[in-house]
């Protein structure tokens, strides 16, 4: 009796012994997958202000303060041009005897297909969105004014059926000022984002140079500067690979921000370049066409109902889409373009970008001049003068953006390495030369 009891009281104790032993041993493991799996908080989860909104409210404020915007009704196939197809012959020749090789320009039939792979296909679904290996959250894109930034980043939101927010200096100059004014939008921005019922969600950020300007004195404390280190932030810590969130930034002077700044934030740079003669043959056939086609709907739409016709001799409505009418427009459209010379408009616009021949094209063919086309048909002469109007600075710009390719590519710098082997200065070279240059002082 005394041995079993003795039994009964062993068993008790050492079970009791090794649960606290292993309970001790459970907890600091739980502790430290804890601190593991723990996310260091946002900051603008510490604003009391933000802390009682959800993403709808942030919606509606956002909506008031204009940063959310509706796209136009543009496809990325809306993008007009051709491919280079020289270019890519000079960029696989072996051209030795050419001195520098220089990288050529993307052609827009390039230009395209990238922003459809980076931009428009990943964030198409969540699953195919989780699946990519390579995620891009941004993408910046730079060139001259009136090359079509602005309609390649509508033209992904419309492609996506994105929700669209424009961050621009203008918008934000008076807005969200204070020391957790910055702070506050973008956690806005991003916590709109990052909801499932938001998404896809484009944020467009125009002007971006602006955004990142560095470590340069004598910057605007209200400037879109102010704004760079939330950014660069949130990029990083608040948007996930299941998040369906898009960022791109436009530019026209990207020279004017800080390479450093931008490699950082953005994960892929575009060039949009200045159109060649292929690309501006179908630019000029594109405008014609749509102006012309436009042009005659709005003229005959508020000139009565049925009429003849002043092309085909048929008795058409205009209010009423039918065979007749669009017969009309595509001889209207026939007739004008076979008295133009579009190869020598293409040539005379050489270093004018894509806006500049749009609004040439909208200032002369307007619906009047349209009425009129049968007896006053257009010629080259009635674009040459409104041409000439437009802004060009093709040399110096182009000059510009290919130094700054250069440098964000990092081309510059191996350039540099290369002829620092050849002619046999190395860096340590250099330090060695330091020291002794020291100890002679010394």
Known sequence: MLVMNLKKIKMQIAPGGKGK??????????????????????????IAELKGLDADHMLSVLIENHIVVRCRDRTINSLVGDFNYL???????????????????????????????????????????????????????????????????????????????????????????????????VHMVMTVARDPAMQPVVIYIDECEQFFTGGKKNKDKDGPSR?????????????????????????????????????????????????????????????????????LRHYEAGHGTTRTSMVSGLT?????????????????????????????????????????????????????????????PLSNHDFIDNLAQQSINYQDDKALYMDFTRVITGLTDRRKKVEAIVSGDTGADKKGDKKAAAKKKK
């Not at 459809?116 to 198409?124: D, F, R």
Request: hydrophobic residues 35%.
């Open 87 to 185: 270019g890519s012959v000079h960029h696989n020749a072996d051209r030795k005897d050419e001195g520098k090789w220089e990288p050529q320009d993307p052609s827009v039939s390039q230009l395209r297909q990238s922003i459809t792979e980076y931009c428009i296909l990943p964030n198409g679904s969540a699953e195919i969105r989780e699946a990519v290996t390579q995620q891009i959250k941004t993408v910046m894109l730079y060139g001259p004014a009136g090359a079509g930034k602005t309609h390649a980043v509508e033209a992904v939101a419309n492609e996506l059926g994105a929700l669209l927010l424009h961050l621009t200096p203008a918008k934000l100059k008076g807005l969200f000022g204070g020391k957790s004014g910055p702070t506050k939008l």
């Open 316 to 376: 058409v409505n205009p209010a009423i889409p039918n065979a007749a009418f669009e017969e009309e427009i595509a001889q209207t459209i026939r007739f004008a373009l076979e008295r133009l010379s579009i190869s020598s408009l293409a040539h005379i616009s050489e270093g004018y970008s894509a806006g500049a021949i749009a609004r040439t094209v909208r200032i002369i063919v307007t619906p009047r001049r349209v009425a009129m086309i049968r007896l006053r």
């Open 21 to 46: 032993k292993g309970k001790g041993k459970k907890k600091k493991g739980k502790g430290k997958k804890g601190k593991a799996k723990k996310k260091k908080p946002l900051p603008g989860e510490k």
């Open 227 to 295: 704004f760079k280190k939330d950014l660069l932030l949130y990029k990083n810590q608040a948007l996930s690979p299941e998040h369906r969130v898009i960022i791109i930034g436009t530019t026209k002077l990207p020279e004017n921000g800080d390479v450093k700044d931008m490699k950082a934030f953005f994960d892929k740079f575009l060039y949009f370049p200045f159109p060649d003669y292929s690309s501006r043959v179908l630019l000029w056939k594109h405008f014609l066409t749509q102006q012309i086609r436009e042009g």
